[in-house]
């Protein structure tokens, strides 16, 4: 059987994330494509010879034959948007952050498991070789526990990722700048190696650079229920950008992403024997990518490794962030 998908939304990550992954998926065919901005879709239905477009996302909805959406737009929009679809009977892919507030997270949840229908949430990095293989490392046992973990994600912001997309800047639109764009991704990564949920944040937003009226840099700090330490650290002014993991264990070091010691993704550094191990890394993430892991779900019935609830998770320590700079206090999560 093909999994039929319609995709709202033919900005950047539309293209090169959602049309562009859905190719590579056995069995998935885009049938439809939606943007209040018809020439975007007309474009990227011509790009990707997907057969129908729309500028309104209900009249795509209404379309009988699509099992699945995904929604690649601004996050204000997240919420209506999945939710109508998974009221439509539609599977869907939900881009990150999946909503701006907890309640609207929820009624999302809410929405997916009335309709019995799979919610995923694009938490891109958990669908990467290096976080599997990192697991796996933790897992072992070879570094024992994880005491405490530093991790960066910059990038110079998003007018150089999707020069259309001001709505980055807008809180209305947005909810937040850096943290909730880029942090959101070192939160879940982070969440998913240290095999443990937050317990408690505090930390700092600022606007440096940009015009804007959210943070285009924060820094939080995090204890995790089972004790191990973290501070995250995102920004839209850093050029030319990166992100960089460095979890400090019982047994050694475990370095992630372009670290500045070693030019490679995955590096662990044992002390007892002193010893620096390089992990081959396969092509594929075992998971597959986050569209292939999205369509295994819809056939296998499985709930995705990024479903709502671990998107809300990952939600609620931004926002407790947020609280945490404005009203100087720390935040239980
Ligand atoms: N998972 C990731 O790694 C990743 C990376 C980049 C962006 N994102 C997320 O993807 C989402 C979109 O980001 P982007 O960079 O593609 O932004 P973008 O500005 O490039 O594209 C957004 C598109 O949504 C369209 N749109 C706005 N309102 C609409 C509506 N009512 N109906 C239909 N279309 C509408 C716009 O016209 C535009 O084409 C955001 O939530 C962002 O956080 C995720």
Redesign the pocket.
């Given at each position: 059987m093909t999994i039929k998908v319609g995709v709202?939304?033919?900005?950047?990550?539309?293209d090169v994330?959602h049309l562009t992954g859905y190719k590579d998926c056995p069995n998935t065919q885009v049938v439809a494509v939606?943007?209040?901005?018809e020439k975007?879709a007309k474009a990227m239905a011509e790009k990707y010879q997907v057969p129908h477009y729309f500028t309104d996302?209900k009249e795509m909805l209404a379309m009988k034959e699509i099992d699945a959406i995904s929604v690649?737009?601004?996050?204000f929009?997240?919420a209506e948007m999945t939710i109508a679809a998974c009221n439509a009977g539609k599977h869907v892919l939900c881009?990150?952050?999946m909503a701006t507030t907890l309640e609207e997270a929820q009624l999302m949840i809410d929405a997916a498991q009335r309709n019995k229908v799979i919610l995923e949430i694009?938490m891109?990095y958990r669908y990467t070789a290096q976080a599997q293989a990192a697991k796996k490392i933790f897992d072992s046992g070879m570094l024992g526990k994880i005491n405490s973990v530093v991790a960066v994600f910059g990038s110079p912001g998003p007018e150089f990722?999707?020069p259309?997309?001001q709505?980055f800047f807008n809180k209305k639109l947005a909810m937040g700048g850096a943290m909730a764009?880029l942090g959101i991704?070192l939160i879940d990564v982070v969440r998913y190696l240290v095999g443990s949920d937050v317990s408690k944040v505090c930390g700092f937003t600022a606007t440096h650079e940009k015009k804007a009226d959210v943070d285009d840099s924060g820094v939080c700090s995090l204890l995790f229920k089972n004790g191990t330490l973290g501070t995250l650290f995102s920004s839209w002014t850093y050029k030319p950008g990166g992100m960089y993991i460095t979890f400090f264990c019982e047994k050694g070091t475990l370095y992630f992403g372009r670290n500045p010691r070693y030019d490679k993704p995955l590096v662990v550094e044992l002390v007892d024997p002193p010893s620096t191990l390089l992990p081959e890394l396969p092509a594929m993430p075992e998971s597959g990518t986050r569209y292939q892991h999205f369509i295994h779900c819809i056939e296998s019935g499985q709930s995705p490794m990024t479903n709502g609830t671990e998107g809300m998770k990952a939600l609620k320590v931004i926002l407790g962030l947020y609280e945490s700079m404005e009203k100087g206090i720390t935040v239980e999560i």
């Open positions: 709202i939304g033919c900005g950047k990550i539309g994330g939606s943007d209040i901005n975007a996302y690649a737009v601004p996050n929009l997240h881009e990150k952050p694009c891109a990722w999707s259309e997309g709505w764009d991704h």
